[in-house]
């Protein structure tokens, strides 16, 4: 479920303040929302999407300020409410730029998994095109198997053919709108199949031979990329905490360093490491190939 973040109300309260048309004036300034949240398939528009940004924000703007400048005045710091307005300017920014950010984000999460489905999805259908299963029913069929988004976009496809649409409309459209480049492809190769009068079990043999090709780039993409990650790995998680608790050890042993100050230092060196193990792990994830299964 599409959930705005960092909002202190909840998702209803939100859609009645949308309709007010606060985000109007800024609209501009963002001509790429309206189709990040077609992809993400939220269903607000780019104008109702802003003005939920704007007041959330806003109530953010004042939570942050009134409790910064309350812990400021009761410790007694002068011009304190200089310093809560800084602090909550520069938070409320940074929420404001990751709820316009969010849906892109959402897209991308979309595709990861559309991308990592589609190659077994393409397998099985052309299983079944070589058994002799009508591609409707292979549509169905697929629409009910457990391929994760693959199956929700062919079954919002099939929902539309019952309601009447021609199929090849019905393919061009989800194919028109969705996100992910290799998904277009394979379906615009399906809808050009179609219109042609082309053996679909040999349209979509080639279309798995050429996902099966990227599939093969972008691994070894990825294994050039893990080796400067692994050096940076080695450097700041294993060479550089070995060589500083080494010095630390002999520094303590010239200069009077309490043991309080030496497990501090140590305590420190510990939050590095788990920081930067943690960032690796992220960095990845991330860059792991999409058209690679789980």
């Not at 984000?105 to 079944?128: D, G």
């Not at 679909?200 to 996902?211: F, G, K, Q």
């Not at 060479?239 to 030496?262: D, K």
């Amino acid at each position: 479920m599409f959930r705005l973040p960092y909002s202190l109300f909840p998702m209803r309260t939100m859609e009645r303040i949308s309709g007010l048309g606060l985000g109007e004036t800024i609209l501009p300034a963002f001509p790429f929302l309206n189709l990040h949240l077609k992809q993400a398939e939220v269903e607000y528009t780019a104008k109702e999407y802003l003005s939920m940004c704007v007041v959330a924000s806003s109530f953010f703007f004042l939570f942050i300020g009134i409790s910064v400048g309350s812990v400021l005045f009761f410790a007694g710091v002068r011009n304190f409410l200089v310093f809560s307005f800084l602090a909550a300017f520069f938070v409320t920014l940074f929420v404001f730029s990751q709820q316009l950010a969010y849906p892109k984000i959402f897209v991308n999460r979309r595709v990861k998994n559309l991308e990592r489905n589609l190659l077994p999805a393409l397998q099985s259908i052309l299983v079944q095109l070589n058994s002799g299963v009508p591609l409707f029913d292979i549509l169905v069929n697929i629409s009910k198997e457990e391929y994760g988004e693959v199956s929700k976009e062919f079954s919002k496809a099939v929902r539309d053919i019952h309601s009447g649409r021609p199929e090849i409309e019905t393919l061009e459209e989800m194919a028109a709108i969705n996100p992910s480049l290799f998904f277009r492809r394979s379906v615009w190769q399906i809808v050009n199949g179609m219109k042609s009068g082309a053996d679909m079990s040999s349209v979509i043999n080639e279309t798995i031979h050429l996902l099966s090709e990227e599939q093969l780039l972008q691994i070894q993409r990825y294994g050039s990329q893990l080796n400067p990650l692994a050096m940076f790995y080695m450097l700041v998680v294993v060479i550089g905490p070995s060589l500083g608790m080494t010095f630390l050890i002999i520094l303590s042993s010239f200069i009077a360093l309490s043991e309080g100050t030496v497990k501090i230092v140590f305590w420190v060196l510990y939050g590095i490491v788990v920081f930067f193990q943690l960032m690796f792990i992220g960095i990845i994830k991330a860059k792991r190939p999409n058209l690679l299964g789980e």
